[in-house]
């Protein structure tokens, strides 16, 4: 039974490769597309987590900081580092002391530089749903030339070559499609993941800024408490 089984699976690999084989030359992108694609979409996954880009509960530890005196230099450092939302927050903390507008647009500089790095990759999976069924369709092309060629030079009794090219034609085709309808399908969600998470941080920072300038209160905390600049209030004072 087990060398049956890897009888079996000998025979598939094979089979895959006589495809690719008979699709000439343009598989050799078509496979690479699907292979970079792959690890796009593996990698982007791993990513665009919510619990990584923009943890629920960090804006109510960020105020928990500020309210005891513990937001310094480390804790700000350590933020930067934790998630791209962390990144945005502590921009905004470094700069509180300086007022709303000024916390706001270093907000604004971080997000920029937050949202640039979120939509990494994408540009790249997008570019290969639209490449690789032009590919295919290259390959179609080529595939049919290359048949009436055939049927110019030795009529259409030869069926073996007439086969081959219509083969190609279709294996490109379909390889193609194979490759670019995931892509396109992930590079739409993957756009719309970012939004959302885009509009989560935006949601964030705007309390930040309120909270810091003594205009709301973060939920969970025990009572408000104004904060003029980063360190300015300790338990206790």
Not at 89 to 109: F, T, V
Request: hydrophobic residues 50%; charged residues 20%; glycine residues 10%.
């Amino acid at each position: 039974m087990p060398c049956a089984r890897v009888s079996q699976h000998l025979g598939e690999g094979t089979r895959v490769w006589e495809l690719i084989s008979a699709g000439g030359w343009l598989m050799l992108p078509i496979v690479l597309f699907s292979v970079v694609a792959v690890a796009i979409v593996i990698e982007r996954l791993w990513t665009l987590r919510s619990s990584r880009v923009a943890p629920a509960s960090l804006l109510s530890q960020v105020w928990r900081w500020v309210k005891d005196g513990q937001l310094d230099a480390a804790k700000l450092k350590s933020l930067r580092a934790d998630s791209p939302l962390g990144e945005i927050l502590a921009a905004g903390l470094a700069n509180s002391r300086h007022g709303r507008d000024i916390m706001k647009e270093c907000i604004q500089e971080a997000a920029g530089k937050v949202i640039h790095e979120l939509e990494r990759y994408l540009n790249t999976l997008g570019t290969i749903a639209a490449i690789a069924p032009l590919l295919g369709l290259l390959g179609t092309v080529i595939g049919m030339i290359d048949v009436f060629s055939a049927i110019m030079i030795q009529g259409t009794g030869n069926t073996g070559v007439l086969a081959g090219g219509i083969s190609k034609a279709l294996i490109t085709t379909a390889a193609g499609l194979t490759v670019a309808i995931p892509a396109l399908f992930f590079h739409r969600f993957f756009v719309r993941r970012v939004e959302e998470l885009v509009i989560a941080m935006e949601q964030e920072a705007t309390k930040l800024v309120e909270v810091m300038q003594g205009n709301r209160e973060v939920e969970g905390a025990e009572q408000p408490v104004k904060v003029s600049h980063v360190g300015s209030t300790r338990k206790g004072a």
